[in-house]
């Protein structure tokens, strides 16, 4: 009984989400209810910081979105769901601010990319609302990799008190723990059947690539790769990464308000390795520092 329209979907496979618009029933008098409107958009981690959402970076959940109006009022705050997306709906025609805070009262990441990843978007963005919706009012953030790399450095050499504390294990530590598995004996501290259970949970982590294993040899593909003796930037990073991913599967790592930064930074590893050719050999040294040095916590942990 409804007319053909243009509809806001949102499509969610694991921890992979995105937004767009596809055709469906659609009825605007009834949706936007007269001359009521939505406002909507999606806050991303801009791995390659260009500006721009494609679809194989990660989406920020929990990540608190304000609304006001022309007289400067809160109207609403939500929060990003799990495919990092938010709407305002059934608002009045007129002019509207979308910001982003850094600061809150709700239980959300803002504080955390405020202080370790610089916006690649506007923080606050205009919006006027007269005869359609509005789509599209993202916000991306990319990671400040050497805030990242002082406060992962025990001896703080910015000075400001910060020590991310953690349990991480280094590579050397997970190498031992397949060899174990492959050879099925031998003194590990993690068995084989746990071990199992993590690479099935890093092959699902973020994107398809960069970690898929062969059924039957997954223990000595991951073995292969800690063990790789290269120079080549990517593979290197590659290596600390995947130490990182057991690290995150196992409940290591980062810890107290830095575990949300830990899976952030895991899925931003990704996209670097899945999309090495967007990125210079500084960039991808810089980022297998910063898995390093998430796999060394344990060094440090108080």
């Known amino acids: 009984d409804m007319d ?3 509809i806001e979907v949102a499509v969610k496979a694991g921890r992979e989400g995105e937004v767009g618009e596809t055709t469906g029933p659609s009825c605007e008098e009834v949706v936007n209810d007269g001359d009521k409107y939505n406002i909507s958009g999606i806050a991303f981690l801009d791995a390659n910081a260009n500006g721009d959402f494609n679809a194989d970076e990660p989406l920020l959940a929990n990540v608190t979105v304000v609304l006001y109006n022309e007289e400067g009022e809160v109207v609403a705050s939500t929060i990003t769901k799990a495919d990092g997306s938010y709407i305002f709906e059934n608002l009045e025609g007129g002019n509207y601010q979308v910001v982003f805070h850094a600061q809150n009262d709700t239980e959300d990441i803002n504080e955390m990319l405020d202080t370790y990843f610089t916006a690649t978007t506007p923080l606050t963005v205009s919006v006027s609302l007269f005869d ?3 789509q599209n009012n993202n916000f991306g953030f990319t990671p400040e990799v050497i805030d990242i ?5 025990p001896e703080d050499p910015d000075g400001d008190g910060i020590n ?3 349990n991480g294990k280094t590579i050397g530590f997970w190498k031992h723990q397949l060899k174990v598995a492959i050879a099925g004996k031998g003194r590990a501290q993690i068995d084989g059947e746990s071990m199992q259970t993590y690479i099935d949970q890093i092959e699902e982590l973020f994107l398809v690539e960069p970690f898929q294993f062969d059924d039957g040899n997954e223990y000595q593909a991951a073995f292969d790769i800690l063990s790789a003796k290269t120079s080549v930037k ?3 990073l590659k290596k600390q990464l995947l130490g990182t991913e057991f690290n995150e599967v196992s409940g290591l790592g980062l810890m107290d308000e830095f575990d949300s930064l830990q899976s952030i930074l895991v899925a931003w590893g990704e996209y670097m390795v899945a999309h090495a050719e967007e990125f210079n050999e500084s960039q991808l040294i810089d980022a297998k520092d910063v898995f ?3 796999n060394n916590t344990g060094n440090y942990a108080n």
């Open 4 to 6: 053909e329209g243009t």
């Open 149 to 153: 790399l002082d406060d992962l450095d």
């Open 132 to 134: 359609a919706d509005s």
């Open 164 to 166: 991310m504390v953690g």
């Open 292 to 294: 390093d040095g998430i």
């Open 234 to 236: 990517v593979e290197l």
